[in-house]
C-alpha cells in the first residue's frame, strides 16, 4: 500500500520557520517527481514547488526565496523548507508524487502562520 505522510505542520509567528516532512512508504520516492501544495480556506489548491527526479527545482512566484524544497533519496523523504513566513501562507500543505500515470498524495499537514 502506498503511503505519503506529511508531517512538521504547526503554528509560527510571522517571520519563523518550519520544515515540512513528506515521506514515503509503498514506492521508490526517487523515481518519482515530488510537488507541494498548499489550500487555503475557500481558495484552490496551488502548487508551491516541485523537486524532479533529477533534482530540479521550481517555485512559485510567491515563495521563491523563502521556501526551498530537497529530497533525501536514501530516507524516500522529501523537505519543504520554509522560512520568512508570512499569514498568507497559512494552509493546508499537500505532499504530491507522480511518474507517468501513477500519482499519489498524502493526506496534508497544516501550517499556521500567526502572532
Known amino acids: 500500500q502506498v503511503q505519503l505522510v506529511e508531517s512538521g505542520g504547526g503554528l509560527v509567528q510571522p517571520g519563523g520557520s518550519l520544515r515540512l516532512s513528506c515521506a514515503a512508504s509503498g514506492i521508490t520516492l526517487s523515481i518519482y517527481n515530488v510537488r507541494w501544495y498548499c489550500q487555503a480556506p475557500g481558495k484552490e489548491r496551488e502548487l508551491v514547488a516541485t523537486?524532479?527526479?533529477?533534482?530540479?527545482?521550481f517555485y512559485s512566484e510567491s515563495v521563491k526565496g523563502r521556501f526551498t524544497i530537497s529530497r533525501d533519496n536514501a530516507k524516500s523523504t522529501v523537505y519543504l523548507q520554509m522560512n520568512s513566513l508570512k499569514p498568507e501562507d497559512t494552509a493546508v500543505y499537500y505532499c504530491?508524487?507522480?511518474?507517468?500515470?501513477?500519482?499519489?498524495w498524502g493526506q496534508g499537514t497544516q501550517v499556521t502562520v500567526s502572532s
Open positions: 523537486i524532479t527526479t533529477g533534482g530540479g527545482t
Open positions: 504530491y508524487a507522480e511518474r507517468a500515470l501513477r500519482q499519489y
